[in-house]
């Protein structure tokens, strides 16, 4: 429970730190493989879950009915779908560190690339866009993501990196590491929680002063194409984006400067923890009884 709340936090505060791509271009962690190396596909995708709803519903953030997209091209492609890549990779590999840390890589970044493909479905056919701009969207949005895709590895292989350092035998996938090297226990679960929580605390509360303020790749690829030519490229994106349908976030667009990465990086850590263990609990036992001798 406290690694899957750990996962949440970690991701919640690195996706508030945008990153610049290209000219006028950012790009910000998505978390799906990261999540799916460390945890697996389930728990991955619960990590992914709990991060849009601390998001949608304290920030206003992803918007509460865009939630099933984003859940599906965030957790599902990314943690479902990546944790099959992943093992995939690793079992052409041969096992150990530095293949397990390639196989992350690749994993991460096309995972990125390929949500960003169907996120594109998503906005032409049945979208703001219409289908009849698929054939101009999508080269775009691939593009870009696919550079997007280079930093989310970029960020996604020292983490792991870090864990299998710290702790291997935590790690969802530790099979796939040579024998001797899933086996090991260096530090413990606590220190470990403790000095993640920090980092994420760091990434969280300085967001101001960390973040690149350029478009992120969604918002840059609609402005390159559907909104080119509009007069007004920042009104039409608004346009595109429409009006919220939740509009009670205690903290929209996260105000408040860093007590939004204080307060999402607690609640995401609490939220991550409280669900996995709602669900053990819920869940029936499939030990046999044990027979009592006299």
Same mark, same amino acid.
């Given at each position: 429970?406290?690694?899957?709340?750990?996962?949440?936090? /970690?991701? /919640?505060?690195?996706?508030?730190?945008? /990153?610049? =791509?290209?000219?006028?271009?950012?790009?910000?962690?998505?978390?799906?493989?990261?999540?799916?190396?460390?945890?697996?596909? $389930?728990?991955?995708?619960?990590?992914?879950?709990?991060?849009?709803?601390?998001?949608?519903? /304290?920030?206003?953030?992803?918007?509460?009915?865009?939630?099933?997209?984003?859940?599906?091209?965030?957790?599902?492609?990314?943690?479902?779908?990546?944790?099959?890549?992943?093992?995939?990779?690793?079992?052409?590999?041969?096992?150990?560190? +530095?293949?397990?840390?390639?196989?992350?890589?690749?994993?991460? $970044?096309?995972?990125?690339?390929?949500? &960003?493909?169907?996120?594109?479905?998503?906005?032409?056919?049945?979208?703001?866009?219409?289908?009849?701009?698929?054939?101009? %969207?999508?080269? =775009?949005?691939?593009?870009?993501?696919?550079?997007?895709?280079?930093?989310?590895?970029?960020?996604?292989?020292? =983490?792991?990196?870090?864990?299998?350092?710290?702790?291997?035998?935590?790690?969802?996938?530790?099979?796939?590491?040579?024998?001797?090297?899933?086996?090991? !226990?260096?530090?413990? %679960?606590?220190?470990?929680?403790?000095?993640?929580?920090?980092?994420?605390?760091?990434?969280?509360?300085?967001? &101001?002063?960390?973040?690149?303020?350029?478009?992120?790749?969604?918002?840059?690829?609609?402005? +390159?194409?559907?909104?080119?030519?509009?007069?007004?490229?920042?009104?039409?994106?608004?346009?595109? &984006?429409?009006?919220?349908?939740?509009?009670?976030?205690?903290?929209?667009?996260?105000?408040?400067? $860093?007590?939004?990465?204080?307060?999402?990086?607690?609640?995401?850590?609490?939220?991550?923890?409280?669900?996995?263990?709602?669900?053990? +609990?819920?869940?029936?036992?499939? !030990?046999?009884?044990?027979?009592?001798?006299?």
């Amino acid at each position: 429970m406290p690694l899957v709340g750990l996962t949440a936090a /970690f991701v /919640f505060a690195v996706q508030m730190v945008n /990153f610049p =791509v290209a000219p006028g271009v950012s790009g910000h962690l998505l978390g799906g493989a990261l999540a799916a190396v460390l945890l697996g596909p $389930w728990l991955g995708l619960l990590v992914l879950t709990t991060v849009l709803l601390v998001q949608g519903v /304290f920030f206003g953030d992803g918007g509460i009915t865009a939630l099933g997209a984003n859940v599906t091209l965030m957790g599902l492609v990314g943690a479902v779908v990546g944790a099959g890549v992943f093992r995939l990779l690793t079992a052409l590999l041969p096992r150990g560190r +530095r293949a397990f840390l390639v196989a992350t890589g690749v994993t991460a $970044w096309l995972t990125v690339t390929v949500a &960003s493909a169907l996120a594109t479905a998503y906005l032409t056919y049945g979208g703001f866009a219409g289908a009849e701009a698929a054939g101009t %969207l999508l080269p =775009v949005m691939v593009g870009i993501h696919a550079l997007i895709g280079i930093g989310e590895a970029a960020i996604t292989v020292p =983490v792991v990196a870090a864990v299998l350092t710290a702790r291997p035998d935590l790690c969802a996938h530790a099979d796939r590491l040579a024998p001797r090297a899933g086996r090991g !226990r260096g530090v413990r %679960l606590r220190r470990l929680v403790v000095a993640g929580l920090a980092a994420a605390l760091v990434a969280g509360m300085g967001r &101001s002063a960390l973040a690149s303020t350029q478009p992120d790749g969604l918002e840059a690829s609609v402005l +390159r194409t559907t909104c080119a030519d509009a007069p007004d490229p920042a009104a039409c994106l608004a346009q595109a &984006s429409g009006d919220p349908v939740y509009d009670a976030a205690p903290l929209p667009d996260y105000a408040g400067g $860093w007590r939004s990465g204080l307060v999402g990086v607690a609640a995401a850590f609490a939220v991550g923890a409280g669900l996995l263990a709602v669900a053990r +609990r819920r869940r029936p036992s499939s !030990r046999p009884a044990e027979s009592r001798t006299t």
